[in-house]
Structure formats: structure tokens, C-alpha cells
């Protein structure tokens, strides 16, 4: 492998895994650098702890309120932008999902919450 090559590669995991943060960030409204993130639990951990069974209690609390009639979709995509976030900040950047994919995977997303609101 070229030195280009390996430069773009590591360029390319990093704004994918930059990616996965800020969407951690938006659907949590919690920074990485925030006080509860000691020792060994980062954002990351914390949410990959959460997931599935207790991520109503690590996403903002504003975007899923008791008694809304589209709780049961708004959580199922939750999940799926968790589960792409967790993807995008794996700690092998080889084992990261591309950009590509990621976008795709956003997109179906984006159908599936549409076509479930109708």
C-alpha cells in the first residue's frame, strides 16, 4: 500500500467515526467531553451499554414523550441511527462502516419513519 493510500484511508474512518459522534451528540444532547464520561466509560461505551433494551433513557427526552401516538416508530428509529452511530465509531477503523453505507442506511431510514407515519 502507497502512503496516499493509507492516508486516505485513515482520513476517511475518521470522518465516519466523527460522523457517529455528532449523531450521538445530536440524539442525545450530551458532549463526549461531558463530566460523566471518567475513567472508562466514554459516549460511546454509554450508549453501546444503553442499547437496545434502555435507550429511552440515554436519548433526549424531548424526542419520545409518553402518550405520543408515533412512540413506537420514533424509538424504532432511534434505535436504527444508534446502531448506525455505533457502527460508524467502532474502535478498529477497518471494522467502521463507509460513508457510503451510511448514508444509504439513513436513507432507508428516512423511508421507513416516512411510510410508517401514514
Known amino acids: 500500500m502507497t502512503i496516499l493510500y493509507l492516508l486516505i484511508l485513515?482520513?476517511?474512518s475518521c470522518d465516519v467515526y466523527s460522523f457517529g459522534?455528532?449523531?450521538?451528540e445530536t440524539f442525545t444532547r450530551i458532549r463526549p467531553s461531558d463530566e460523566?464520561?471518567?475513567g472508562d466509560l466514554s459516549i460511546q461505551r454509554w450508549i453501546s451499554d444503553s442499547f437496545p433494551g434502555e435507550l429511552h433513557k440515554v436519548v433526549d427526552s424531548n424526542l419520545v414523550q409518553p402518550g405520543d401516538e408515533q412512540i413506537a416508530a420514533k424509538?424504532?428509529?432511534?434505535?436504527?441511527i444508534m446502531e448506525l452511530a455505533l457502527n460508524c465509531t467502532l474502535v478498529r477503523p477497518d471494522a467502521r462502516i463507509s460513508m457510503k453505507d451510511a448514508l444509504s442506511t439513513l436513507k432507508k431510514m428516512r423511508l421507513q419513519l416516512?411510510?410508517?407515519r401514514h
Not at 21 to 24: E, K, Q, S
Not at 75 to 80: A, D, E, N, P
Open 114 to 116: 416516512v411510510s410508517s
Open 21 to 24: 459522534i455528532l449523531m450521538i
Open 10 to 12: 485513515v482520513s476517511m
Open 36 to 38: 460523566i464520561f471518567t
Open 75 to 80: 424509538m424504532q428509529c432511534l434505535l436504527s
